[in-house]
């Protein structure tokens, strides 16, 4: 695309957009719906996708499990592969399984290995509520004390973001008392973009783990967890991978790890070789990828929507097309914001297009944001409202248009007016 986003129309870009016509794969609230990176939109293929599970449930009952190209002892296998491009890893080290926080926890029982002198996790001060109450608890879990053990990473006075120079210093300053840094790819509150690679490199440095919570990250920005060598990370899909409420979240492992036995590690059926799980052996034979991970038999409906939003974004060219897109509607975006909103408006998102994803955390200036948020829900201006201040809005490029950005910004002046 060499339409220029700093002078053309909506409309203009509109007409430019290779991914126009993905609006079409999905089914949109009435109004603007800027709220992808809480709930992704529904995508019209998922209710064939679910249909089909359930009329092979209907007609083959529990032989559904071991039948066809669709078994459902292996259906989690059916979005390996995507789920892999879309994070930038191999298949042996990507799995889709739980939830975000199980996922969490599971991994830190592998990868948080605490000993006397190196007991520590870096997380952030602000960090998801979920992610915070799993570190403390795993800390509390293995007999330490967060008050010794937990190390959090705050915005500089007066900022909103984090500095690279902050993160990699305080990562060096803890050093070999540092057993783990787990942190999130793209802050959910600002929409910061962290910088993967270097974390991962200052972790490994001094000796730590390295985690990533890329709830926010999946499906926005690009990702290349293999060859930043990050240990693990993890994500829920019903954010930017639009697999539905409660959708099956995903794993990583780096390929280093996925085939150590020594690692501690919760056990279940479904970790366990396929060819004799069901002779129901009580000898673990752990499979030789991620996938020994697993606990439990996946949930098939929510993966079967997730495959129809995967293939959606396989068909849009993978997150490189998409992000493309985004990039110019986050400039739009920019500069309808400026044009319009200057002095009434604040962006806490970084500026720089490295450091930010689709997500833009707009602060109503001299304070009043949760009316003006109600009368944007109001108006079908879907976004959502984080506290203390923020209203959250996300252009998704699959699904939202440039005059969706000018739809926005318009009602938000009016309401403002
Ligand atoms: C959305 C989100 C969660 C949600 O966790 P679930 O286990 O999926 O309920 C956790 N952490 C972060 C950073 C998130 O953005």
């Known amino acids: 695309m060499s339409i220029d986003a700093s002078t053309a129309t909506a409309a203009e870009l509109d007409a430019a957009d290779p991914l126009a016509e993905f609006r079409n794969y999905f089914e949109l609230p009435e109004g603007v719906y800027f709220v992808g990176n809480s709930l992704g939109a529904l995508p019209r293929a998922a209710r064939d996708f679910v249909t089909t599970e359930f009329d092979r449930w209907s007609t083959l009952g529990v032989e559904g499990h071991m039948t066809g190209d669709l078994a459902w002892v292996s259906y989690h296998d059916l979005v390996t592969d ?29 990868f948080y290995r605490p000993t006397a002198e190196r007991h520590k996790i870096l997380i ?5 509520p979920s992610d915070h109450f799993a570190v403390e608890s795993q800390i509390r879990q293995r007999g330490f004390d967060p008050e010794q053990s937990l190390v959090l990473i705050e915005p500089r006075e007066g900022e909103d973001a984090l500095r690279t120079e902050d993160i990699l210093a305080t990562i060096a300053e803890h050093g070999d008392e540092l057993a783990l840094v787990m942190l999130p790819g793209v802050q959910y509150y600002t929409g910061q973009v962290l910088p993967m690679a270097e974390i991962a490199a200052a972790g490994h440095a001094v000796g730590a783990m390295v985690g990533l ?5 999946v499906g926005n920005v690009e990702l290349e967890l293999h060859e930043w060598g990050v240990d693990f990370a993890a994500w829920c899909s019903y954010k930017y991978l639009n697999s539905g409420p409660g959708g099956v979240a995903g794993a990583f492992v780096h390929r280093r790890h996925v085939n150590d036995q020594t690692l501690p590690k919760f056990l279940g059926w479904w970790g366990t070789n396929p060819s004799t799980r ?47 897109k985004s990039e ?26 490295t450091e930010r994803g689709c997500q833009f955390a707009l602060q109503v200036i001299g304070g009043g ?6 009368q944007l829900i109001e108006a079908h ?6 506290e203390p201040d923020v209203i959250r809005v996300a252009p998704v490029p699959l699904y939202n248009s440039f005059a969706d950005i000018d739809n926005f910004v318009e009602t938000l002046d009016r309401i403002m007016s």
């Open 328 to 353: 110019l509607q986050i400039a739009y975006f920019d500069r309808r914001l400026a044009e319009t909103m200057t002095g009434r408006i604040r962006n806490l998102t970084p500026q720089l297009m």
């Open 369 to 374: 944001g949760k009316d003006v948020f109600d």
């Open 124 to 128: 952030e001060g602000h960090a998801f």
């Open 213 to 217: 919570d890329l709830a926010h990250a």
């Open 82 to 110: 995507q789920l892999a491009r879309i994070v930038g890893g191999h298949a042996d080290e990507v799995v889709a399984m739980n939830g975000l926080t199980v996922n969490l926890h599971l991994l830190m029982v592998s």
């Open 278 to 324: 069901f002779e129901m052996a009580t000898e673990f034979d752990a499979i030789p990828t991620v996938e020994s991970w697993q606990l439990t038999n996946a949930p098939v409906l929510s993966m079967a929507a997730l495959r129809a939003s995967l293939d959606i974004i396989d068909r849009a060219g993978g997150v490189a097309t998409m992000r493309a």
């Open 381 to 386: 201006m879907h976004c959502d409202w984080r």
